[in-house]
């Protein structure tokens, strides 16, 4: 039997009491949620579908705005689709036609291939490869600074894959070595492919225009931005994801999304464009991760992500995160092995992780908490 990658563990979580593996946020919803909720049947009953355009440009205006983002003529196009691993398996044909073309760098003749950072969600490598590219690991400590950044120059690959803020750790590029990154795309000639879906957990001191870097005149680089609600808005499953992409991708990247989708479902833009006109409601996630270093520091457990990150990355110290994660399990406390992560290979230090979804109610963390304090506890 193959074995078990984020998804399948996400799966199994749903028949515990506390499922703390799935990211996506999982609480009750706050008064005003739950009055978008309520008027939701009633609002798209009433919905002439000749507008559902115009629903269309009032989310892209929304999100941007929020995300303090500028939609630059050079990522100008917008494609929906059901959910960001769509977004991926469609980024993914792309690079593979794209390459395959005859597109790559310069001095290579093999598969196409990507740079795909670690540690990083099972899954995204996953859908690469079945799709035909080769992968080159980029470890993530290689986008910290100046220095650690050189290395990045010793990567073969046609493209590059990161995540940010990334999921586990929680990581997030300074706009300094973001602007490397842009800088190296232009002048390597390499792709660059970003999976934004927990944008909205940045501390807004910590944001920066990621498009308009992207597309500065003269210096436009080939690039991918994928972005999606559902790992911020308590949407009950349903999510609103889009890829933007470069002038020079977009009518290729349309050809292929579109034999899977023509244009969102007017349901969800509905329900997404209600909860996005509210206050971002995140004060939870800050306060769960105060409890959880609270309860698991005495038992040599670290959160090595950063405060506001949606995801605690957790050093579990004495523990093995598969030990962790199965001691977890057995007080009904679903959390996620940090090896489901680490997809090329792990030192033994890094098998002592764990991730800890934060988008719960307090009530519930501290319950899961105290189980799992009751657990370990000598």
């Known amino acids: 039997m193959a074995s078990k990658d984020t998804t399948q563990r996400a799966i199994c979580a749903r028949g515990k009491k506390f499922d703390f593996a799935v990211g996506y946020p999982m609480r009750r919803y706050t008064p005003a949620e739950k009055a978008v909720l309520d008027r939701l049947g009633e609002n798209v009953a009433a919905l002439d579908e000749s507008l559902a355009p115009e629903l269309e440009d009032q989310f892209l205006q929304r999100f ?13 196009w917008c494609g929906f689709h059901y959910s960001a691993s769509c977004c991926i398996q469609a980024t993914a044909d ?25 540690p990083l969600v099972d899954f995204i490598p996953d859908i690469f490869k079945q799709a035909g590219l080769d992968l080159e690991v980029l470890p993530e400590s290689w986008l910290l600074d100046e220095k650690s950044f050189q290395q990045m120059y010793t990567l073969k690959s046609d493209a590059i894959f990161i995540c940010l803020p990334n999921n586990p750790s929680g990581f997030m590029m300074s706009y300094k070595m973001f602007v490397y990154l842009v800088n190296f795309c232009h002048e390597t000639g390499k792709t660059l492919i970003i999976d934004n879906c927990f944008r909205f957990y940045t501390s807004p001191e910590k944001r920066y225009n990621q498009y308009a870097l992207l597309s500065r005149p003269g210096q436009e680089i080939s690039a991918l931005m994928i972005e999606d609600t559902g790992k911020t808005w308590p949407m009950k499953g349903e999510k609103t994801a889009f890829i933007s992409a470069s002038a020079n991708l977009a009518h290729d990247l349309a050809t292929i999304m579109r034999r899977t989708i023509a244009y969102p479902p007017t349901l969800t833009l509905s329900l997404a464009n209600g909860l996005m006109a509210l206050p971002f409601h995140g004060n939870h996630v800050r306060e769960n991760r105060e409890i959880l270093v609270a309860a698991l520091n005495p038992l040599g457990v670290d959160a090595l992500s950063p405060v ?18 199965d001691r977890a399990s057995q007080v009904g406390v679903a959390v996620v092995s940090g090896s489901d992560f680490l997809w090329n290979k792990s030192t033994p230090a890094e098998n002592h992780r ?14 899961a908490m105290d189980a799992l304090r009751g657990q370990f506890q000598p």
């Open 94 to 118: 792309l690079m593979k036609a794209k390459f395959s073309k005859g597109e790559h760098q310069k001095g290579r003749d093999n598969a196409p291939s990507v740079a795909v950072i670690e």
């Open 64 to 76: 941007f705005e929020l995300g303090a983002q500028t939609r630059t003529e050079w990522m100008q």
């Open 308 to 325: 506001g990150a949606s995801m605690a990355w957790l050093d579990t110290g004495p523990f093995t995160g598969e030990n962790f994660a």
């Open 354 to 367: 764990v991730r800890v979804a934060l988008p719960r109610d307090v009530e519930i963390c501290i319950q």
